[in-house]
């Protein structure tokens, strides 16, 4: 059964810094790989969509890349801003066309 | 402004209590799904939609029913809910780009 692991669980960083998230799968069979961010008591929000034929996309301070060799992707954060602070959460889809997601990383960027 | 829409943002009941938490979208998606969102297992999805009545289990439908009669509805029946279905739950519909749009949640507490 796939499962899906992101780390740090929690991370609290200054203002500027850049910021690395990782997601790994136990099965690397992955399809398409999203990252999405949430808020607290609220929905969830697509950051970066990596489709099955991509290796990586870009969206302003975002970069996500996935190794499907490996099954991993990691949510590359420049300049890290306290509007940045939220949980983020990786889903990857398997071959049955089910979105499998992580626990999320809690991120806080303190001013 | 594109938009999944789920009601009611908030809801209490008791054991055995009939309920539905519908979801709309106005983007013309053909998929459709629904999650749960519980502390430390992250997002699970309970069931999934490809287009109008085709509808599949996720990883955790026991206990839910949905139906898919319009494209732009995918409503979420509880036909006896029970504590253990004390939740978050979430909406979401993607075209065929893939990108996953949220709902804003519903909060269930089933006493």
């Known amino acids: 059964k796939q499962e899906v692991t992101q780390i740090p669980a929690a991370l609290s960083v200054p203002e500027g810094e850049n910021l690395v998230l990782n997601c790994s799968f136990t099965d690397s069979a992955i399809y398409n790989l999203q990252w999405f961010r949430q808020d607290p008591g609220k929905g969830l929000t697509s950051l970066l969509l990596?489709?099955?034929?991509?290796r990586e996309q870009t969206s302003g301070r975002l970069n996500a890349s996935l190794d499907k060799s490996s099954g991993r992707s990691t949510l590359y954060i420049a300049a890290s801003q306290p509007g940045d602070s939220a949980t983020y959460l990786c889903a990857g889809e398997d071959n049955t066309d089910k979105l499998i997601f992580g626990t999320g990383t809690r991120l806080q960027v303190f001013p | 402004e594109a938009q999944v829409t789920q009601n009611p943002r908030y809801l209490i009941t008791v054991t055995g209590k009939k309920l539905t938490v519908t979801c709309s979208q106005n983007m013309n998606h053909e998929y459709m799904s629904w999650y749960r969102q519980d502390p430390g297992l992250g997002l699970r999805q309970i069931y999934y939609s490809m287009n109008v009545e085709v509808t599949d289990k996720g990883d955790v439908p026991e206990g839910y029913k949905v139906s898919r009669k319009e494209k732009r509805n995918f409503p979420l029946i509880l036909e006896s809910p029970s504590p253990n279905q004390t939740s978050l739950y979430f909406c979401?519909?993607?075209?065929?780009?893939?990108?996953?749009?949220f709902g804003s949640g519903t909060q269930l507490s089933v006493l």
């Open positions: 990596i489709q099955s034929s991509q």
């Open positions: 979401a519909s993607s075209g065929v780009v893939g990108k996953l749009f």
